[in-house]
């Protein structure tokens, strides 16, 4: 039934669109092959002007849809309807005679929502254009066949704990791919389906927000709200879809600290030092990261002497140290109280503080083995220099705070005492120099003494002590340095000569008065006068000093005022000499002297320069004596008329079987008995030449002569290289190795001569080889 009426409807809708177009047509020429006059018409003869097709529709059979028409068909047949454009000859078909449009298949809008072809009416017989051609739409008409779909979802929103009804979460939104302008195909509404009453969802916009005030994430921290979109506004028959929301709450500060007990109790050993960790405190608070950061301080005073407590790296827990050294016998135990309060507070949320939290802290002392105490932290004790060894210097008491009644014992640091100035006495702790003290070669000595428990070794503890050794005038004062001057012939009486200062060595004696006293009598030369400031004058008197070679030596007294008071005596050098006008030195008398009975200094000059060169040419010809005889050395040894080679290598000796085979360097003329008569050197010229045997004609094998020659070689040891010879692994008489050489081998005859060719017949280039070897002998008388 349902399709009937779509039938029907896409035959109303395509038949009632179609209307006559009344306005004029211009003219339109026939084909353009046929010249001719212009067939002229008045008005347009089409009568369609777009269909509809509804989508999804599928039926036994091709639909209608629509008709094509003209005016100039009169129903005779003559008319050929013609279709093409988007679809034409498979989607959609044409009636050639009636102008009927059928569609074959199946549309879906949401693929093409239409198609643009292009109709046109020709004479069957002869295909030529009845109309020009002309463009109509087929529109394809929706239906409700797309569900809603959400394409971004599932979603993730957050949304912070203790929010207000109505505030905003996220926004979701849907899609329909039906057409939106046609129906309510395409109407969304959206619903929660579940997360009610936590959450709601805005019917027309899809705006997810919080449904009820103050969900608190510490009791859930995430909620699962599935929204649903469906379409034709929400009625019934209308296609759905829902996606799923994750909403997370934020963390805020809204819960103060809380500490899970009102007292802690902790213990810490007496010796633990400042820093040493005592205990952790932490207030437990639900909420996270910044808001759940604490800080920690100690309210009473008592407690903060001698604790202090400071928030870890995490900003979670209370740390408890030791701030100072504690004291079993003194105290105890340490009560006081501990704050723990958020550092970050939310204004918003003050209603729900106060975001701070109190508990009490106990902290027991316990007692531990300690070190002796000295009664001081350190010591300053003096005595005076020069003191006998023995001496008293001072005290030092230490006393064991465990156990008072404890003996001590004490002793000196070693290294702090390198030169052994003092001793401690053991039992009492009192110290006495051991050798006299110089203030002025040392002032202060800085000793270590230790003090060490008798029951217990291991307890010990130490105290600087320092030394002071106290001035005594000790000191005569002294001239500051030598004055050794001069003063002129022509000076005026009364002239000032030089200004002597003194120096002594005692601690005051820099800043106390020195007393000066020169010469005294008519017969002084010259005069001292104290200036009264540690320094005196040294004045020509009214009669000048007579002139002589020799200076003067001016004894001068000093004497400070100490207890008791020292003086001393030292003497100036004071040297005559005469001057120029303007008052410089021109020569002493003691100068003057000796250059009479010298040399001047240019004479002195000449003379040294002379030496030098005398030295200098003799360490040239020395230099050149030896660089010549070095190189005389050098050609000495590059002479080569013996043609020794010498080789520096030597093997292992007889031991060393693996370097060569020692059977290749054996002589075979070594095993041979040896000839009567006194044996043959071989390696001297023979006193006597051995005559010569005459040879017989030799074979015309060149091997043979060779042969031959080399049998009269071997027994002939007259001839040269009679130098030359060279005996390889041979360690004395009796060794199985022979010669190496050429010359002293054996021949392969064994030694017996054979017939032998002249050599003179074989021409210039054997001329030596034949004066050596085949020289005839003359004939003898």
């Not at 409807?9 to 003219?27: D, H, K, S, T």
């Not at 870890?312 to 105890?332: A, I």
Request: with cysteine; net charge negative; glycine share 8%.
């Amino acid at each position: 039934m349902w399709g009937l009426v779509r039938l029907l409807l896409a035959w109303l809708g395509g038949w009632g669109c179609m209307g006559r177009l009344a306005a004029p047509a211009r003219a339109w020429a026939g084909s353009r092959g046929h010249p001719g006059p212009a067939l002229l018409r008045t008005r347009r003869s089409w009568v369609w002007n777009q269909f509809f097709v509804i989508e999804e529709y599928a039926g036994p059979e091709p639909v209608l849809i629509g008709k094509l028409h003209s005016d100039v068909d009169r129903g005779e047949g003559r008319t050929k309807y013609l279709l093409t454009g988007e679809g034409a000859g498979t989607v959609f078909v044409i009636d050639e005679a009636t102008g009927n449009i059928h569609v074959t298949k199946s549309l879906d809008r949401e693929e093409k929502a239409q198609y643009v072809l292009l109709a046109q009416a020709v004479d069957r017989a002869s295909n030529r254009p009845l109309e020009p051609p002309s463009e109509f739409i087929i529109k394809v008409q929706d239906i409700n066949d797309n569900p809603p779909i959400f394409p971004l979802g599932p979603y993730h929103a957050t949304v912070p704990e203790m929010s207000n009804v109505g505030t905003s979460v996220i926004q979701v939104t849907a899609h329909d791919a039906d057409d939106p302008s046609y129906g309510n195909s395409a109407k969304l509404v959206y619903t929660v389906l579940d997360g009610l009453p936590f959450f709601s969802v805005d019917p027309q916009t899809g705006v997810v927000r919080t449904a009820i005030p103050n969900m608190d994430r510490e009791t859930q921290e995430e909620f699962l709200v599935v929204i649903q979109a469906k379409d034709m506004g929400g009625h019934m028959g209308g296609l759905s879809g829902s996606t799923t929301v994750t909403v997370t709450l934020s963390d805020v500060n809204d819960n103060p600290p809380k500490f899970p007990q009102s007292l802690y109790q902790f213990s810490v050993v007496e010796t633990a030092g400042p820093g040493t960790l005592v205990g952790r405190l932490r207030a437990q608070d639900p909420d996270l990261g910044d808001n759940a950061l604490m800080a920690y301080s100690i309210l009473d005073g008592e407690g903060s002497e001698a604790f202090s407590i400071s928030t870890d790296s995490q900003g979670r827990d209370g740390l408890l140290t030791v701030r100072k050294p504690l004291d079993f016998e003194s105290r105890r135990s340490y009560s006081f109280r501990v704050e723990a309060t958020n550092t970050l507070i939310d204004p918003a949320y003050l209603r729900r503080g106060p975001f701070k939290d109190v508990a009490s802290v106990r902290v027991v002392v316990q007692d531990a083995p300690e070190p002796p105490a000295f009664t001081q932290a350190a010591y300053h004790l003096t005595v005076p220099e020069n003191k006998a060894p023995g001496t008293l210097v001072g005290q030092i008491s230490a006393a064991d705070l465990d156990s008072p009644a404890s003996p001590i014992r004490y002793s000196i640091l070693p290294h702090s005492d390198p030169e052994r100035c003092f001793s401690i006495q053991p039992e009492e702790g009192t110290i006495h120099t051991a050798a006299p003290l110089d203030r002025e070669a040392r002032v202060w000595h800085n000793l270590t003494v230790l003090a060490t428990e008798l029951d217990s070794s291991a307890q010990v503890s130490r105290v600087q002590v320092t030394i002071q050794t106290l001035d005594e005038n000790d000191n005569a004062p002294q001239l500051a340095e030598p004055y050794d001057t001069f003063v002129c012939d022509s000076a005026a009486p009364g002239q000032l000569i030089q200004v002597i200062r003194a120096l002594d060595r005692d601690e005051v004696g820099n800043s106390s008065h020195v007393s000066f006293q020169g010469p005294l009598g008519p017969d002084a030369n010259f005069t001292v006068r104290d200036n009264r400031d540690g320094s005196a004058s040294l004045l020509l008197p009214s009669r000048p000093a007579p002139p002589r070679q020799a200076p003067y030596l001016v004894p001068i007294e000093l004497w400070d005022w100490g207890q008791p008071a020292l003086s001393s005596t030292a003497t100036v050098t004071v040297s005559v000499c005469r001057c120029q006008p303007d008052g410089s030195v021109a020569s002493c008398w003691p100068e003057a002297h000796l250059s009479a009975a010298g040399l001047s200094t240019g004479a002195l000059l000449a003379i040294i320069t002379c030496v030098g060169a005398l030295l200098a040419l003799v360490v040239l010809f020395v230099a050149l004596r030896r660089q010549k005889q070095e190189a005389l050395m050098v050609l000495e040894e590059e002479d080569v008329r013996e043609n020794i080679i010498t080789y520096d290598d030597e093997g292992g000796g007889e031991e060393d079987t693996e370097a060569f085979d020692i059977t290749a360097l054996q002589n075979p003329d070594g095993a041979a008995p040896q000839a009567p008569g006194p044996p043959t050197r071989r390696d001297v010229l023979p006193w006597a030449r051995v005559s010569r045997q005459p040879r017989p004609p030799g074979p015309a094998d060149v091997a043979q002569l060779l042969a031959l020659r080399l049998r009269e070689a071997d027994e002939d040891p007259s001839v040269p290289p009679y130098d030359s010879v060279q005996v390889y692994g041979y360690e004395g008489r009796g060794s199985s190795c022979g010669s190496l050489s050429s010359l002293g081998s054996g021949s392969e005859a064994g030694g017996v001569p054979g017939p032998a060719e002249p050599l003179d017949d074989w021409g210039p280039l054997f001329r030596t080889l034949a004066e050596l070897y085949g020289a005839k002998e003359p004939p003898s008388p």
